[in-house]
Each structure stands twice: as C-alpha cells, then as structure tokens.
C-alpha cells in the first residue's frame, strides 16, 4: 500500500520558519494537499495542489513540492500555529488516497 | 457555506455493523462534489475510507473495501457510511468531509466528527 512519509515532530521559537516535509514515491506526478488540525478540532485545509492557499488562510503558510517530496513551510510561526499537521495525497494509479502519518508542530 | 453534521450510534458491538449519516446544509449535495469519510483513532492520524458521487459512483479505501458501503440520498442532502464486522481497533473519530475533484479528490470543508467506540 500507499505510504507518504512525515517526520513525527518539528519545534521553532515564535517568529522562526517552520518547515514539516512529506515523501512519497507518487509526489512527482500528484499534488500534495496540507490539513492543520488543532487538538479537538476537525482538520483544515491549508494548502491545496501543491502552493495554492485557500482564502482565509494567513500568508505565512506557502508549500512546495519538489521530485518525491512535498514541503510545507510556515514564515515567521506563531504560537497559533502549534498543531498536528497531515500531508494527503493519492497513489500513481488515483486509486488509494492517503494521508501522511502526522507531524506535531511546536512553537515555544 | 457548506456544512456538514455527523450522526448515528456512538457505542458499536464488536462484529456488528457501524452505520453513520452525514447531513449537509447550505450546499446541494448534487451540485457535482464528492462527499467522503475519513477517521482517526484517539491519539492517532488521519485514515481515508471512501468518497462518493452524487450519481453514485464510489472510491474505497482498498483495506476496507470488502467491509464498507457508501450511499447517497440527493433527495435528503446527505450520505452515509455502513461498515460491517467491526472491532475494538475501529473505535475512532469519524468525520465527513467535502471532496472537491480536479482530477483528484482533496476535502476541502470537513464535520466536527462523530466519536465511535466499539465494545461488548
């Protein structure tokens, strides 16, 4: 089965770059889509086809992808921002949809 | 804005059948969207079970694919989720969520999530 690979935590101090990376062998050929999920709370859509921001969401939060890996970066991290952050995407063939195990983001 | 609210039992016997709906509002569920479910355990991430069409047609998760039925009613504006033979490790949160096709399907609007616990 399908895996996307994130690293189980990253920590920053308030006004620092945070950057959360997912790896996936499938990532060349499909977007990679980010959720931030808050402790309680249902996730929320983040970046969307790679770069793209949905509306409401701060500017501080870009994305990339480069070969197999998708990069979320946060400019300038607020402690609002600490949260549990998912990459999703899909197989090469679209079949199998999955989500990346989960990175915990602290800011402190 | 669209949204969506789960429902259906919160406490599920080992080996039955684990039956949600999700009701939509402020967005007609015919409008030519895939609507999905997705589930996390307590304390775990995120896992995708399946999407569904208005027309009908339907993705599934491959690992529960065998177990998982997912249904619409346009005339009711919502979807639901049956999945059969469940066990203890099933207990999770269950959201549904909005899944906007480009090519792909991505959730894009999501329910606060209907804990179900799975217990004798």
């Known amino acids: 089965s399908y895996e996307l690979t994130q690293p189980p935590s990253v920590s920053v101090s308030p006004g620092q770059t945070a950057r959360i990376t997912c790896s996936g062998d499938?990532?060349?050929?499909?977007?990679a889509y980010w959720y931030q999920q808050k402790s309680g709370q249902a996730p929320v859509l983040v970046i969307f086809?790679?770069?793209r921001r949905p509306s409401g969401i701060p500017e501080r939060f870009s994305g990339s992808s480069s070969g197999t890996m998708a990069t979320l970066t946060i400019s300038g991290a607020q402690v609002e921002d600490e949260a549990d952050y998912y990459c999703?995407?899909?197989?090469?063939?679209?079949?199998?949809?999955?989500f990346g195990g989960g990175t915990k983001l602290t800011v402190l | 804005q669209v949204q969506l609210q789960e429902s259906g039992p919160r406490l599920v016997k080992p080996s039955e059948t684990l039956s949600l709906t999700c009701a939509v509002s402020?967005?007609?569920?015919?409008?030519?969207?895939?609507w999905g479910w997705i589930r996390q355990p307590p304390g775990k991430g995120l896992e995708w079970i399946a999407n569904?069409?208005?027309?009908?047609?339907?993705f599934s998760n491959p690992s529960l694919k065998s177990r998982v039925t997912i249904s619409v009613a346009p005339s009711k504006n919502q979807f639901s989720l049956k999945l059969t033979s469940v066990t203890a490790a099933e207990t999770a949160i269950y959201y549904c969520?909005?899944?906007?096709?480009?090519?792909?399907?991505?959730?894009?609007?999501w329910g606060r999530g209907t804990l179900v616990t799975v217990s004798s």
């Open positions: 499938a990532l060349p050929k499909k977007y």
């Open positions: 569904i069409h208005h027309d009908g047609s339907t």
């Open positions: 086809e790679d770069n």
């Open positions: 969520a909005r899944a906007l096709f480009n090519g792909d399907h991505y959730f894009d609007s």
């Open positions: 999703y995407s899909t197989d090469s063939s679209g079949n199998h949809r999955v």
């Open positions: 402020g967005y007609s569920i015919s409008t030519g969207d895939y």
